[in-house]
């Protein structure tokens, strides 16, 4: 099956701005509509169609882990949040993901998860200040990422 | 400062049903509000109050993502849920803990995440069922933890 037919939405498209890939795994910024509620949101992405976490060998948690934890160090170098948020969930595309998102004590759901109904209403002057970053710190990640191990 | 005067409610209490520990984590049930939307609701806490994922070294990681991973297995062989949900929020309480949830298609949130407004109600049936398991799931939790590495 060739991936633009592909009925998994991680196998047939990136899910977000392409960042960085190698065979097993990409990292993309999200682009859709979540980003309303948390503007640097992230995602460590499978390349193979993998359910659960526990179905990868240890050599492949640790690797994700490690490209997770080189998003997470970037959003806190150059983004400053409040906190990281870390989950894999894949209900609705059971095709492993990491997100990787920065929260700040201001954004609409804090200190709830992005998923909980909005606490208060978007602050465009905050919001606009960290979209002015996004090419720093995409830039940051993409350098980490491609930085010889 | 003694533990029941610690302000961090991870510090204070177990923040669960405690199933093992060791000097670094601990591995726990949830007994709160939030099992009414979701029975299956482990935690993997870390000792120490330490905020971010990334400020553990790669071996705390490492040892975390072990103690996940044998909690997801034996969610995945005992409840046979439809998905295993992985987090590390911290918004409330930065104090590193790992929710491992098993979400079942009937649950009162599928295929939202947990923290998403309901969109059913709960399936008293389905619920009591998977509550007759949990100390079986318990009890595998236990024993994989406590067998020699």
Redesign the interface.
């Known amino acids: 099956m060739s991936a633009a037919a592909a009925p998994c939405a991680l196998c047939r498209d990136d899910g977000g701005l392409l960042l960085w890939r190698d065979g097993a795994w990409r990292v993309v910024r999200a682009l859709g509509a979540e980003v309303a509620g948390a503007p640097a949101w992230y995602r460590v992405i499978a390349s193979a169609h993998v ?4 179905d990868l060998d ?1 050599a492949a ?2 690797r994700a ?2 490209l ?2 080189t998003v ?2 970037c959003l ?1 170098q150059t983004l400053a949040p ?11 595309v ?1 095709h492993l993901h990491w997100h990787v998102i920065a ?1 700040f004590d201001w954004d609409p759901h ?4 992005v ?3 909005p606490q208060r209403a978007a602050d465009p002057e905050r919001l606009a200040a960290v979209h002015a970053e996004l090419a720093r710190c995409d830039a940051a990640i993409v350098a980490a990422l491609s930085a010889p191990g």
Do not use: D, H, I, Q
Request: hydrophobic content about 50%; glycine content about 2%; charged content about 25%.
């Open positions: 359910a659960e976490w526990s240890e948690r640790a882990m490690a997770v934890v997470e160090r806190r409040t906190k990281v948020n870390l989950a894999a969930l894949g209900n609705l059971p929260r804090f200190p709830a998860p998923w909980a109904p």
